[in-house]
């Protein structure tokens, strides 16, 4: 379908503005942490506390979201966008509240190492650990580490899938749904959607290729050899079966569009159950835009009804 028009219209305000890839690393985290201004207000959670995860690389920081304190809820360990070398917490904040509230759910924002000061695998440890910190406390959370679900976005949504590749391989802990929302997953960036997308939509190829290139801390060189628990894209066959059941929204309007359908097709012939779902007329940012273009909300929407989907039927439990 067209492009929303109050995507477009955002879109207009940005179009004097310089590329996401031509900027410095200051400049390029203060315009990802500005986007937060293009959300809709933050609500009100009844709990929210910032922790430190204590893990083997030292203590990384997490806001808890819970909205019903006194009951065992679903848990949800959120891993924010930013191309692994920007966002964080407070980028992430609305959106989880919202998450928080919606899905009825213990919300966990997670603020890992970013690139290029701390690069791959540096961000996968930190979601590994607090994945694992997670499980291990979730009673004292408020959560149900038997209803645990990984999800994120871009970046974020690529961190979510590998720690559930490793959480398989590991033995645990236990995941029961993975969310990836417009995930970043394939460094070749040569899918139709990169070509027909490269420019004008926020998020660019030349941005992605600085992403990959500064989170793999290769500045030079090709990218088609990356690790696979840096690029889920390029795991074999045998590394997808037996993960727990994902749901992946893509975004109409994004150059990794076609990665994130791709990805969910190769998990449905490994035998995953996979849900995916393109949002029409939006972009890759669309999570963070509702302040702006109400019709981004149905990517939220859409993120709400697969969480709920995934804590199934099962009521919440008095802790008292």
């Given at each position: ?22 900027l ?5 985290r203060a ?6 201004a293009?959300?809709?207000p933050a ?11 204590d ?5 990384v ?11 065992v ?19 992430m904040?609305?959106v ?9 759910a ?36 408020g ?24 959480a ?15 995930p970043?997953l ?6 139709p ?8 939509y ?12 500064t ?19 390029l ?5 997808l079966e ?16 076609d ?9 449905a012939v ?10 029409p ?5 669309a ?10 909300a ?12 995934a804590f199934g ?8």
């Amino acid at each position: 379908m067209p492009l929303d028009p109050d995507v477009r219209a955002y879109l207009s305000t940005l179009a004097d503005g310089p590329d996401l890839g031509a900027l410095s690393l200051a400049e390029l985290r203060a315009a990802v942490e500005g986007i937060t201004a293009s959300c809709a207000p933050a609500p009100e959670v009844a709990e929210v506390r910032d922790l430190s995860a204590d893990t083997a690389a030292g203590p990384v920081p997490v806001r808890l979201y819970h909205p019903a304190p006194g009951t065992v809820l679903p848990m949800v360990l959120y891993f924010h966008g930013g191309g692994w070398m920007s966002g964080s917490i407070g980028h992430m904040d609305p959106v989880c509240r919202k998450l928080a509230r919606e899905a009825e759910a213990v919300v966990l924002n997670v603020g890992y190492r970013l690139a290029p000061e701390h690069p791959f695998p540096a961000a996968l440890d930190d979601a590994r650990a607090v994945t694992a910190w997670a499980a291990a406390h979730a009673r004292g959370l408020g959560g149900d580490a038997g209803r645990l679900v990984v999800a994120g976005d871009s970046a974020g949504a690529n961190l979510a899938t590998v720690v559930a590749m490793l959480a398989r391989r590991d033995g645990g802990p236990g995941i029961a749904h993975q969310l990836l929302v417009c995930p970043a997953l394939d460094p070749r960036m040569d899918t139709p959607s990169y070509r027909r997308l490269a420019d004008g939509y926020v998020c660019t190829r030349r941005t992605m290729e600085l992403c990959w290139r500064t989170y793999l801390d290769r500045p030079h060189g090709p990218l088609d050899d990356a690790p696979a628990l840096a690029a889920p894209a390029l795991a074999p066959a045998r590394d997808l079966e037996g993960l727990p059941p994902a749901t992946v929204l893509t975004m109409e309007y994004d150059p990794l569009c076609d990665e994130g359908e791709e990805y969910a097709a190769r998990l449905a012939v490994a035998g995953v159950p996979v849900a995916v779902h393109r949002c029409p007329g939006v972009i890759h940012s669309a999570l963070h835009l509702d302040g702006v273009a109400p019709a981004t909300a149905q990517v939220r929407a859409r993120a709400v009804a697969a969480l709920r989907s995934a804590f199934g039927a099962a009521p919440s439990v008095p802790t008292a």
